[in-house]
């Protein structure tokens, strides 16, 4: 049975960091592209970095450039987002989603939620203002 389950996320102050992690079971990620999103309260879910089979790697908001890094470990089938220098402006709900078509991560363009077949539940990054 596929499934992705997320963890890592808490309670930081301004300036902290957090890694949260995406286990995949039930499929092998080096055939499908996994991305992070995050929903913040009372807006959409938006496409925050993707990391596709070949391990390349694409951030999607500017804001989160230079802080967050996407990896993978492939020997334990999990997915990461480092994220530093944390701001309030990144408090929300953070989830992994999977994907084996190719081209759901691609430069230049947004990351599409309905592009995502698997997705997990997600889990709460909260930075105080």
């Known amino acids: 049975q596929s499934h992705l389950a997320e963890s890592g996320g808490g309670l930081v102050q301004p300036g902290g960091s957090l890694r949260l992690a995406c286990a995949v079971s039930?499929?092998?990620?080096?055939?499908?592209?996994v991305g992070w999103f995050r929903q913040a309260p009372g807006k959409e879910r938006e496409g925050v970095s993707c990391i596709d089979s070949d391990g390349r790697t694409y951030n999607y908001i500017d804001s989160v450039k230079g802080r967050f890094t996407i990896t993978r470990d492939r020997s334990k089938n999990m997915v990461y987002l480092q994220m530093n220098s944390l701001k309030s402006d990144d408090t929300a709900v953070y989830y992994c989603a999977a994907e084996s078509r190719v081209g759901v991560c691609a430069p230049r363009r947004p990351l599409e939620i309905d592009a995502f077949f698997y997705w997990g539940v997600g889990t709460q990054v909260t930075v105080p203002s």
């Open positions: 039930g499929f092998s990620i080096d055939y499908y592209s």
